[in-house]
C-alpha cells in the first residue's frame, strides 16, 4: 500500500486510545488484514460495488436522501411511534402520585395533612418498577432481535403491552400496580432499541442524524399527550380519573402492529444473517429509485456485506461479552456514558418545573399548563436540532450543550441560596423551562444518534442495550434521590440541588469534550477503520479514512468534504 497509508498501529503498537490519531493524518486497512479479506470469494468484486456505493453516500445530500429514501424514512417513523407510548407512562405516573382520586384508591389516610398519601417508598417503588422492567426487556432485545429480525420482535412487545396493560386498568392493590409496571417495562425496553437501531440501519449517512433523533421528539410527544390526559382529569373525584388515562394507551399497539408487519426488515439484519437477496428486496422497499437513476441497490448492498467481513474480521463474535474485547470497548464506553449524560446532566430536575410554580402560589391547574408549555418547548428544541446538526454536527452540539446546562444548574443552585421568595420560584421555574429547551436542543435527541453510530453494525444491538441498561441504572438512582433532595421533610436542599448536578455535569463536560468523537458524514465502514486506528476523539472529524484497499481511493475527511463537495483522491498501489 502506499507509504502514506500505513497504518497508525503499525507505527506505533503501543499507541493508546486516548492519542491524537494517525501521525499522517490517514486511517486505512493494514496490510495483515488486506491479505485476509482478499482470500473471501468474491471479496474484490464486492469491493468495487461497495466503493460506488460509499461515494454516492458521501455525496449524497438530505433533501437527496429524502427524495430517494421517503420510504425508510416513513417506515422509520411508524416504528418510532411506539416511545411514545413510554413517554406517556412516565409523566403519567409521577403525577398521579398527587391525583385525588388515585391517592384515594391506594394510598392511607394522614389525619395530619386530612388528606390520602402514598408513602415515599411505594412511589419510589412504582416509578422504579418500569425501569426494573426495562433492564429485563432490554436484554432480552438483544438476544431475541438479533435472531429473529426487528420486526417480529417489536410486533411481540406491542402484543405484551395490550395484555399488561389490563393489570395497570384493572390493579386494585399497589402490588398489582407495581407487577404492572414492571411487566409493562419489559415491551418498553425492546421499544427504547429498536427503535433507534432501526432508524439508523434503513437511513443513508445524510438523514441517520435526522431519524435516530426524531426518537426523542416521540418521547416528548408522549409527555406532551400525558399531560393533556392528566390537565382534563385533574379535579376528577373518582376511579375514572386514574383509569382512563392508562386505558388510552391501548390506543397505541394495534395500529402500530400493523404498520411494523407491513414494514421491511432492515437490510443490515439480513446482510449479517446471509439472506443477501431478501436485503436488496427489503432495500427497494425503503427507496423510491425512479427518483434517482443512477442509485444501485446491488452496490449498496455489496457496501453493508464489505463492512460486515470487515467487522467480522475485528471481532467474529456478536455475544455481550465481544462489547468488551478489542477496539470495541471504547465504543461501549463511550456509547455507555453518551447515554448515562442524559440521567446525570440534570435533567431529573426537568419533572420539577410545577413544584417550583406550586410553590410560587400558582394553582395546580396552571401549573399542569406550565408543564405542557416545558414539553412544548422541548419538542420544538428537538426539531431545531436537525438543522443545527446539520451544520455544527453531533459532537460539537453535544459538548457545547453540555457546557449550557452546567452553566443552568449552577445558576439554578445559586438562587437556591437566598431565603425562598415567590419571585425566586418564578425564577427557578422559569429557569427549568429555558433548561428544557436547551436540553432537547442538544444533548436529549443528539444522544440518540451518538449511541446508534458509535457501536460496529455486528454488535449494535447489544451495544446500544447495554448503553440504555446503563442510564436506567442511574435513572433508578435518580428515582430515588431526587425526591429526597428536593423534599422539605427529608435532605431539603431545594434549589441548591442545582450545585449538585453542577459539579456532576462539570465533570461529564470533561469527559464528552477528551472521548466523544465525531461520526458526521462518516459511513460505517469509515468508522470502524477510524476506532481500529485508534484516532483520538477530537481527530474524528479531520482525520481521512477508507475501508477499502489496493489500486482503490482514499476518501476524504468531513472538513474536505465539505470543501471538495465530497470528491474522492485517486491513490495508486505502490506496495
Not at 469491493?47 to 429524502?66: P, R, S, V, Y
Not at 395530619?112 to 416509578?127: D, E
Not at 392528566?230 to 373525584?237: D, G, H, K, M, Q
Not at 449498496?300 to 470497548?329: P, Q, R, W
Amino acid at each position: 500500500m502506499a507509504a502514506a497509508a500505513i497504518d497508525y498501529a503499525e507505527k506505533d503498537p503501543q499507541a493508546n486510545v486516548i492519542n491524537d490519531g494517525p501521525l499522517d493524518g490517514v486511517a486505512t486497512l493494514t496490510d495483515d488484514k488486506v491479505r485476509r479479506l482478499s482470500v473471501i470469494p468474491g471479496f474484490e468484486e464486492v469491493t468495487d460495488g461497495a466503493l460506488a456505493a460509499t461515494e454516492a453516500e458521501k455525496n449524497m445530500g438530505i433533501l437527496q436522501g429524502l427524495r430517494l429514501y421517503p420510504k425508510a424514512t416513513a417506515w422509520s417513523i411508524l416504528l418510532s411511534t411506539a416511545i411514545v407510548m413510554e413517554g406517556y407512562d412516565v409523566i403519567l405516573l409521577n403525577n398521579l402520585f398527587g391525583f385525588p382520586s388515585f391517592t384515594a384508591r391506594f394510598g392511607t389516610y394522614d389525619a395530619g395533612l386530612k388528606q390520602y398519601q402514598l408513602s415515599p417508598s411505594w412511589q419510589a417503588g412504582l416509578s422504579c418498577g418500569a425501569n426494573v422492567g426495562e433492564i429485563l426487556g432490554l436484554f432480552l432485545t438483544g438476544v431475541v432481535a438479533d435472531r429473529y429480525g426487528y420486526r417480529y420482535t417489536l410486533i411481540g412487545a406491542l402484543l405484551l403491552v395490550i395484555c399488561f396493560i389490563f393489570l395497570l386498568f384493572f390493579a386494585s392493590s399497589l402490588q398489582m400496580l407495581l407487577a404492572g409496571e414492571i411487566l409493562c417495562g419489559i415491551p418498553w425496553g425492546v421499544f427504547q432499541t429498536l427503535t433507534t437501531t432501526y432508524a439508523s440501519e434503513v437511513a443513508p449517512v445524510p438523514l441517520r442524524a435526522v431519524l435516530t433523533t426524531y426518537v426523542n421528539l416521540c418521547w416528548v410527544f408522549g409527555q406532551l399527550i400525558a399531560s393533556g390526559v392528566l390537565r382534563s382529569y385533574v379535579n376528577s373525584t373518582n376511579d375514572w380519573g386514574w383509569k382512563v388515562p392508562y386505558a388510552l394507551q391501548w390506543m397505541w399497539p394495534v395500529p402500530i402492529i400493523i404498520g411494523v408487519f407491513l414494514a421491511p426488515e432492515s437490510p443490515w439484519w439480513l446482510v449479517r444473517k446471509g439472506k443477501i437477496e431478501q436485503a436488496k428486496h427489503s432495500l427497494t422497499r425503503l427507496t423510491s429509485m425512479k427518483r434517482d437513476t443512477n442509485f444501485n441497490v446491488d452496490d449498496t448492498v455489496a457496501m453493508m456485506v464489505h463492512t460486515n467481513e470487515l467487522e467480522k474480521d475485528i471481532t467474529a463474535g456478536t455475544s455481550y461479552g465481544d462489547c468488551f474485547k478489542g477496539v470495541n470497548l471504547r465504543r461501549t464506553e463511550i456509547a455507555c456514558v453518551t447515554w448515562a449524560v442524559q440521567a446525570l446532566c440534570g435533567s431529573a430536575f426537568m419533572g420539577y418545573s410545577s413544584y417550583f410554580y406550586e410553590r410560587a402560589g400558582l394553582a395546580v391547574e396552571d401549573s399542569f399548563d406550565m408543564t405542557m408549555a416545558q414539553f412544548g418547548l422541548g419538542a420544538v428544541g428537538t426539531v431545531a436540532s436537525w438543522f443545527v446538526m446539520i451544520s455544527c454536527g453531533r459532537r460539537t452540539l453535544y459538548v457545547w450543550g453540555l457546557g449550557a446546562l452546567f452553566c443552568f444548574v449552577l445558576l439554578i443552585g445559586i438562587l437556591g441560596c437566598p431565603t425562598q421568595t415567590s419571585s425566586l420560584s418564578w425564577a427557578i421555574g422559569s429557569l427549568l423551562l429555558i433548561y428544557t429547551f436547551t436540553y432537547d436542543l442538544t444533548v436529549g435527541p443528539v444522544c440518540y444518534s451518538l449511541v446508534a453510530e458509535m457501536p460496529s453494525t455486528r454488535l449494535r444491538q447489544k451495544t446500544i442495550v447495554l448503553a440504555r441498561n446503563f442510564y436506567n441504572f442511574w435513572g433508578i438512582i435518580n428515582y430515588v434521590w431526587t425526591p429526597y433532595m428536593l423534599n422539605p421533610t427529608a435532605w431539603n436542599w431545594g434549589a441548591k440541588t442545582g450545585f449538585f448536578w453542577a459539579g456532576i455535569c462539570f465533570c461529564l463536560f470533561v469527559w464528552t469534550y477528551f472521548r466523544l468523537p465525531e461520526p458526521k458524514g462518516r459511513t460505517y465502514g469509515e468508522l470502524d477503520i477510524l476506532f481500529e486506528n485508534r484516532v483520538g476523539a477530537r481527530k474524528f472529524a479531520t482525520t481521512d479514512a477508507t475501508q477499502f484497499h489496493g489500486d482503490t481511493l482514499r476518501l476524504p475527511s468531513v472538513s474536505e468534504s465539505v470543501d471538495r463537495k465530497r470528491s474522492f483522491d485517486h491513490k495508486e498501489n505502490t506496495a
